[in-house]
Nanobody
Framework: QVQLVESGGGLVQPGGSLRLSCAAS???????MGWYRQAPGKQRELVAA???????NYADSVKGRFAISRDNAKNTVYLQMNSLKPEDTAVYYC????????WGQGTQVTVSS
């Protein structure tokens, strides 16, 4: 059974940084891995994704500020978030595909002064 454990969310001031981690277990490898987010009253949106070969895809709103990476030996995906803005406030959900999609429980990121 695939399980995802997220960590790294929290409260940060505008302009600050956070690093999210998501460790996947239950399989020896995964296809795509990445992050979605959902702000109050808004639809869930893709933030960033990374393929098994390292190809990346970002939402336009985070390009140049966020960086996604993965450690295939640990089946872990990371999201380095820099220059955070209040509009980045959301619950961030990691996902992996096998190709079936599995979701993490979500971690809150709040950007506020």
């Amino acid at each position: 059974q695939v399980q995802l454990v997220e960590s790294g969310g929290g409260l940060v001031q505008p302009g600050g940084s956070l690093r999210l981690s998501c460790a996947a277990s239950g399989r020896s490898s995964f296809n795509a891995m990445g992050w979605y987010r959902q702000a109050p009253g808004k639809q869930r949106e893709l933030v960033a994704a990374i393929s098994s070969t390292g190809n990346t895809n970002y939402a336009d709103s985070v390009k140049g500020r966020f960086a996604i990476s993965r450690d295939n030996a640990k089946n872990t995906v990371y999201l380095q978030m820099n220059s955070l803005k209040p509009e980045d406030t959301a619950v961030y959900y990691c996902f992996v595909t096998t190709p079936r999609t599995y979701w993490g429980q979500g971690t809150q990121v709040t950007v506020s002064s």
